[in-house]
């Protein structure tokens, strides 16, 4: 699918004959079409495709007004499950006059107000940047906000259903920190060709960007270590509710063991033996208090050497 957009008046606008393309889910009658239209070779092409892909730039040294710029992105995500929250690969191809921009998914909101000039196509690229930044940024609110629901469920869990997407949350915050790592390198090799080469793009907005990068993976990496940290005390959590639902299930064995045991041996033919001449209702209702007295001690005999082992 292809989207054509223009710079109007300083703007990215909806175009039909705008030299902006934007493709995602891209198919194969596209992915030829790109390549003979674009002149863009299978391997940068499959690289915007790639989520595995690194980030990076390069340029044409026969013709170094095209380039190529490698770029990640989070993957949109899906309210609420955890395991929608990934890494996408996208291409900045620069094609003479023609920007083209691929990606498997579709860039949320990437018509958001933004107080920039749009005058080129590298302003055009910062512009789509940005919102990728951003979008970095709100995913890791997203991560910190589900980081602490599941902690609540954590807290009371038997089982690894939460302890799992916690470490899915982590392994997230490792691809994100190396993402941005990788765009934070291109972007500045990027930079330096714009500079070398005296190429007019808002400059300020350019050291912006790499500022927002690097305050992104700096979030990045202080959340995944927060994360790897408290994993250990996660499953030891899990492991102890375990623990203190087996003693709970122990101490109501352990009360109805002589219970069980003086039903047992007394019976209830001859408990009505030995009270004949007493009422059967006064007569079990003794037996009854008697068991429930029983039960009472046993369970304070239980409680008190749990307080002295624990002193």
């Not at 980030?55 to 499950?81: C, H, V």
């Not at 940290?229 to 002589?258: G, Y």
């Not at 039960?295 to 624990?310: A, F, M």
Request: aromatic share 12%; net charge negative; with cysteine.
């Amino acid at each position: 699918m292809v989207e054509r957009y223009t710079l109007l008046n300083s703007q990215l606008s909806p175009s039909a004959e705008g030299h902006i393309f934007y493709y995602y889910n891209v198919d194969s009658e596209e992915k030829e079409y790109i390549k003979k239209t674009f002149d863009i070779d299978e391997h940068s092409l499959a690289s915007a495709l790639d989520a595995d892909e690194v980030a990076r730039f390069e340029f044409d040294t026969d013709q170094k007004e095209n380039y190529t710029l490698i770029w990640k992105s989070p993957a949109p995500l899906m309210l609420g499950d955890v395991f929608s929250l990934n890494i996408m690969s996208l291409g900045f191809f620069v094609r003479g006059e023609n920007l083209i921009i691929i990606s498997q998914k579709k860039i949320p909101n990437i018509q958001g107000k933004l107080h920039l000039f749009l005058q080129t196509n590298h302003d055009a690229i910062f512009y789509f940047q940005y919102h990728i930044i951003k979008s970095f940024t709100e995913h890791l609110k997203i991560i910190k906000l589900m980081a602490r629901e599941i902690q609540e469920k954590i807290n009371t869990s038997l089982k690894n259903e939460y302890l799992l997407q916690m470490f899915h949350l982590s392994e997230v915050l490792i691809f994100y920190l190396e993402a941005l790592n990788g765009n934070k390198s291109a972007l500045t090799k990027f930079q330096n060709y714009l500079f070398v080469r005296a190429v007019p793009c808002d400059e300020d907005f350019l050291s912006d960007l790499l500022v927002e990068t690097e305050q992104a993976a700096k979030q990045a990496e202080i959340y995944s270590e927060v994360f790897a940290s408290l994993m250990d005390a996660r499953a030891s959590i899990v492991n102890n509710n375990m623990n203190v639902l087996i003693k709970n299930l122990t101490i109501i064995n352990i009360i109805f063991l002589p219970l069980n045991l003086i039903a047992s041996i007394g019976g209830m033919s001859e408990y009505t033996a030995l009270t004949q001449g007493i009422p059967l209702y006064i007569s079990y209702g003794l037996f009854c208090i008697a068991m429930i007295v029983i039960g009472w001690v046993t369970y304070k005999v239980l409680v008190h050497l749990e307080k002295k082992q624990t002193k």
